[in-house]
């Protein structure tokens, strides 16, 4: 069955730097784009970024253009996140979420996600 | 592209019909879905392509709705489903979505 579970997440000073993970099992990883969402604690989901199937396209929030890098290793079946000059507002729940359709991440929805990985940015 | 959804909350018994509302700023064809998250929990899909039903998901949940104006049903609300409910606009970047729509047992 698909699984995607996230670690990296930790309390970190502001201007600071983390990175995530997201290991995937139980489909073809190398086939499907992968997103990044987060939920600040008691808010809303925010989409944060994502990656082509082959991490040759890379979309990300405004909030955090800049500041964070999404990428992917195929041959260990893993996504990450790279988040440098870290603020109390990255503050939240980090999910990665698999694209529904193979190949291009298309129109569909995100059909399987992490159980989250929490990033605390405080003094 | 915004996403607002109404109401923001709603209070509703067991086997009541419930209905949400999710507004976009701009056209977005079919693309949309909506999503239920529990306490805890990540987001799951319900529902894709504004009204086709992931696999799994019970058939009293329904979606309609094109262009800018899409609803989630649910035709006869279980235990089960209080929770929240977010739609997403999957037609361009960024993937937003709405704030979300509480349903809480009354």
């Known amino acids: 069955q698909v699984q995607l579970v996230e670690s990296g997440g930790g309390v970190v000073q502001p201007g600071r730097s983390l990175r995530l993970s997201c290991a995937a099992s139980g489909f073809t990883f190398s086939s499907y784009g992968m997103h990044w969402v987060r939920q600040a604690p008691g808010k809303g989901l925010e989409w944060v970024a994502v990656?082509?199937?082959?991490?040759?396209?890379?979309y990300y929030a405004d909030s955090v253009k800049g500041r964070f890098t999404i990428s992917r290793d195929n041959s260990k079946n893993t996504l990450y996140l790279q988040m440098n000059s870290l603020r109390a507002d990255d503050t939240a729940v980090y999910y990665c979420?698999?694209?529904?359709?193979?190949?291009?991440?298309?129109?569909?929805?995100?059909?399987?996600w992490g159980q989250g990985t929490l990033v605390t940015v405080s003094s | 592209i915004q996403l607002t959804q109404s109401p923001s909350s709603l209070s509703a018994s067991v086997g009541d019909r419930v209905t949400i509302t999710c507004r976009a700023s701009?056209?977005?064809?079919?693309?949309l879905a909506w999503y239920q998250q529990k306490p805890g929990k990540a987001p799951k899909l319900l529902i894709y392509?504004?009204?086709t039903l992931q696999s799994g998901v019970p058939s009293r949940f329904s979606g309609s709705g094109s262009g800018t104006d899409f609803t989630l049903t649910i035709s006869s609300l279980q235990p089960e489903d209080f929770a929240t409910y977010y739609c997403q606009q999957l037609n361009s970047y960024p993937r937003t979505f709405g704030q979300g729509t509480k349903v809480e047992i009354k």
């Open positions: 701009q056209g977005i064809t079919s693309y």
């Open positions: 990656i082509s199937y082959d991490g040759g396209t890379k």
């Open positions: 979420a698999k694209c529904f359709s193979e190949g291009g991440c298309g129109h569909g929805g995100f059909d399987y």
């Open positions: 392509a504004a009204s």
